[in-house]
C-alpha cells in the first residue's frame, strides 16, 4: 500500500516563494511517476506537475510554468515542489499523487493511482 504525506504548505505573500515536499511510503519509489495537482475551494482538481521516475522528464502546466519546478530525490521517497513567483490564484489544497511507470505524461486525475491528504497553500495579495 502506497501512502503519500505532503508537508510545506502555508501562507504567504504575492511574490513569496514556497517548497512542498512528499514524502512516500513505498518499497519501490523509483517505479512510480509523480505528479502535483492543485484544488481551490469550488472548482475542480487541476494538473500541476508531473515528473517521470527516473526525474529526467518534466511536465507543467502552463499557468505554472517558469514559475514552479518539480523533482524528486528518489534516495528519500520524496518528491518536491518548489513553487516561486507566487499568486492569489495559486491558492489552493495542494495534493500529491503517484501512478506506476508507463504512459507520459499523466495529467488526469483519474490516472493516479495514489493521493495524500493535501496541504494548504494561500496565498495574500
Known amino acids: 500500500q502506497v501512502q503519500l504525506v505532503e508537508s510545506g504548505g502555508g501562507l504567504v505573500q504575492a511574490g513569496d516563494s514556497l517548497r512542498l515536499s512528499c514524502a512516500a511510503s513505498v518499497p519501490s519509489f523509483s517505479s512510480y511517476n509523480m505528479g502535483w495537482f492543485r484544488q481551490a475551494p469550488g472548482k475542480e482538481r487541476d494538473f500541476v506537475a508531473t515528473?517521470?521516475?527516473?526525474?529526467?522528464?518534466?511536465y507543467y502546466a502552463d499557468s505554472v510554468k517558469g514559475r514552479f519546478t518539480i523533482s524528486r530525490d528518489n534516495a528519500k521517497n520524496t518528491v518536491y515542489l518548489q513553487m516561486n513567483s507566487l499568486k492569489p490564484e495559486d491558492t489552493a489544497v495542494y495534493y500529491c499523487?503517484?501512478?506506476?511507470?508507463?504512459?507520459?505524461?499523466?495529467?488526469?486525475?483519474?490516472?493516479?493511482?495514489?493521493w495524500g491528504q493535501g496541504t494548504q497553500v494561500t496565498v495574500s495579495s
Open positions: 515528473i517521470s521516475r527516473s526525474g529526467l522528464s518534466t
Open positions: 499523487a503517484a501512478v506506476l511507470a508507463g504512459r507520459w505524461p499523466v495529467q488526469r486525475v483519474r490516472d493516479y493511482d495514489y
